[in-house]
T-cell receptor, first 117, second 115 residues
Framework: DGGITQSPKYLFRKEGQNVTLSCEQN?????MYWYRQDPGQGLRLIYY???????QKGDIAEGYSVSREKKESFPLTVTSAQKNPTAFYLC????????????????FGPGTRLTVL | GEDVEQSLFLSVREGDSSVINCTYT??????LYWYKQEPGAGLQLLTY?????DMKQDQRLTVLLNKKDKHLSLRIADTQTGDSAIYFC???????????????FGKGTKLSVKP
């Protein structure tokens, strides 16, 4: 059963703590993405990765960090430097990135809702 | 940067047709997408259209593309209460780079279907 999984579904964090959100895919996709969604704001890109051991900052990378040590996994760490981390976080993947064709189509995981207490 | 515009809300009665509109900015976009998001869930790919097509039909869904006006629409025939969701339009930038990535999303249209 192929797809993208994110865990946990709900996450609570105290102010000043770092937390890591998990994203795993078994679709054999090269590219992976992290988005943040706030009400009425649509999706904003945090980080993306075209291939293992490579990643680029998106529009709102400040206060976040990522790693891409394995093709299947793209964890996102929300650091204490992120001023307003309460949001819904979405991970996505695509076969490739930047070919301009259908292989760029992104498929999404179910999301993680992070709440800072 | 590039921008995708959608109206934020649409309300229809069950059984009517819904039309959700979108305008995009990159005339060289190769693919344009419609995603559906139900409450508390991720985005589900509904359909997409290649830029050399004017129309694509898939069961109750019809996508119309006007490249001259950079206008994309999604028509849902016989709208049901289960169609209530947020619908996102997205364009695939041919010449992406930097912090925008390659897919630019609109802010989403919330469709409410009244019985």
């Amino acid at each position: 059963d192929g797809g993208i999984t994110q865990s946990p579904k709900y996450l609570f964090r105290k102010e000043g703590q770092n937390v890591t959100l998990s994203c795993e895919q078994n679709l054999n996709h090269d590219a992976m993405y992290w988005y943040r969604q706030d009400p009425g704001q649509g999706l904003r890109l945090i980080y993306y990765s075209q291939i293992v051991n490579d990643f680029q900052k998106g529009d709102i990378a400040e206060g976040y960090s990522v790693s891409r040590e394995k093709k299947e996994s793209f964890p996102l760490t929300v650091t204490s430097a992120q001023k307003n981390p309460t949001a819904f976080y979405l991970c996505a993947s695509s076969i490739v990135l930047g070919h301009g064709g259908n292989a760029d189509t992104q498929y999404f995981g179910p999301g993680t809702r992070l709440t800072v207490l | 940067g590039e921008d995708v515009e959608q109206s934020l809300f649409l309300s229809v009665r069950e059984g009517d047709s819904s039309v959700i509109n979108c305008t995009y900015t990159d005339s060289s976009s190769t693919y344009l997408y419609w995603y559906k998001q139900e409450p508390g869930a991720g985005l589900q790919l509904l359909t997409y259209i290649f830029s050399n097509m004017d129309m694509k039909q898939d069961q109750r869904l019809t996508v119309l593309l006007n490249k001259k006006d950079k206008h994309l629409s999604l028509r849902i025939a016989d709208t049901q209460t289960g169609d209530s969701a947020i619908y996102f339009c997205a364009e695939n930038l041919r010449n992406y780079g930097g912090s925008q990535g390659n897919l630019i999303f609109g802010k989403g249209t919330k469709l409410s279907v009244k019985p």
